[in-house]
């Protein structure tokens, strides 16, 4: 069954909240926590390795109440639980939206077209070890009888940004094998990945849900006349192997049937890491730890399914959203990454998020008459707090931010990583609590400017209450990597329900295309 249509805008919910709204501008974090030193006990939740505090948001517990009256005003948990159980809630391009069930050891089965999907799954897993497994222990050579030393993923959006972004993260887990990553169909991308690897030692991964993409499809076909410039046609099966719904077009192309790694309709390209599109992820960290990531999601999608609302991590993220993108006019959140490792993660967030999100018409076919898709992005600490950091302290808009943190480092100094999360710390006091004109004032004097006080000042004062949830995770492990994607790609799903919208197709990336074939035909 398809998600209610319901338009959130028309709920007693909302308009209590637009009544609690202009009740309450006037939240003052200072004063919030000065009146309740309970508030950040209260305002975090705690899960597995995961330490969520929303304290910092430009809320009260009465605004979380009437967010999580919204929640039930759009039947939030029925949504739940028709996602998870492959309900057919994609409409538009008439498809389950199952990427949980790849990731899920339950032995229930789940049913498309009253067939259970959970067996093919499972096959496509064990081959996916199997293949990785003899990459890895050099048991699979190429044409020339040499061990494998690189892997080329060729694939863009979906089929480039997640593996890309886990390999990044997990990089320190990462086996000897070199990967590397070919999207943009600009041939001087493809040529400067060429020039560093060796046909004879090397395997193209090509990704693609379809296998119709221009970028991807370009760039395999002069990946292949490169690779036949020093092998022969019998030699494709040793290093092409391909990711895709499209049988047909991958024999096509000339890769060996045994070569294909399958994934389904109801895997959208944006939440397709799961499924075989993560092969080079398990060929570069070793299925195991691949493994260990699709064990974190679902840790993550059983909290989301079953946890109640107030305490359920994805849940509140997508509420605050809410309460800042329609009733603060908020036009983006930032996601800042406490760790060098998650530097790719804004990038595969904005597909997640804007690719879902960015909709103006709503489920019943109308036009939206309200704001839905928040622009994501962000970037690392503290290389940003040299950067754009001025404009969220001092400049005039209200930016909501998540910064995620972890308790230990990865390498084990203790020296920097203490330096690194004072960072933290320090920039989410800042954003909240401001300096006030006479901390201002007071700052000067002790520096002796009492001559330049007159001119500084209005320049030494942050107003303060710029809002930040903090995310402290206990470490970067696979599991834990896979449960803070699993938190946010719920977060997607969430927030298109209270929109009234849908989240799984993109029609709006498809003009672009058109016109682009028909600039290439003119
Ligand atoms: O950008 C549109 C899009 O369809 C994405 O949703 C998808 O991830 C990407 O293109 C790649 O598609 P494919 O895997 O079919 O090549």
Known sequence: MALNSINPTKTEAWRTLENHYKDTQQFNLRKLFQENNQRQKQLTIQFDDFKVDFSKNLISQETIGNLLSL???VDLKEAIEKYFSGDMINVTEKRSVLHTALRSNSEDPILVDGKDIKPQIKTTLRKIKTFSGKVISGKWRGYSDKQITDIVNIGIGGSDFGPRMVIESLKYYKNKLKTHFISNIDGDHVYEVLKNINPETTIFVIVS????????????????DWFLNSATVFDIAKHFVAVSTNTKAVINFGIDKKNIFPIWDWVGGRFSLWSAVGITVSLALGFDKFKELLDGAEKMDIHYRTAPFEENIPVVLSLLSIWYNNFLNCESEAIFSYTHYLKYLPEYLQQAFMESNGKEVDRNGEKVDYQTGTIVWGSVGTNMQHSFMQLLHQGTKIIPSDFIGFEKPLHGDEEHHKKLMANFYGQIEALAFGKTIEEAHLDLKMAGHIDAMARLLPYKVFSGNKPSTSLIIKKLTPKNLGMLISMYEHKVFTQGVLW???????YGVELGKELAKKMLIN
């Open 71 to 73: 929640a039930d005003a």
């Open 209 to 224: 849900k379809t296998f119709t993409t221009q970028e991807t499809i370009t760039n395999a076909n002069t990946i292949r």
């Open 500 to 506: 009234n919208i849908y989240s799984f197709d993109q």
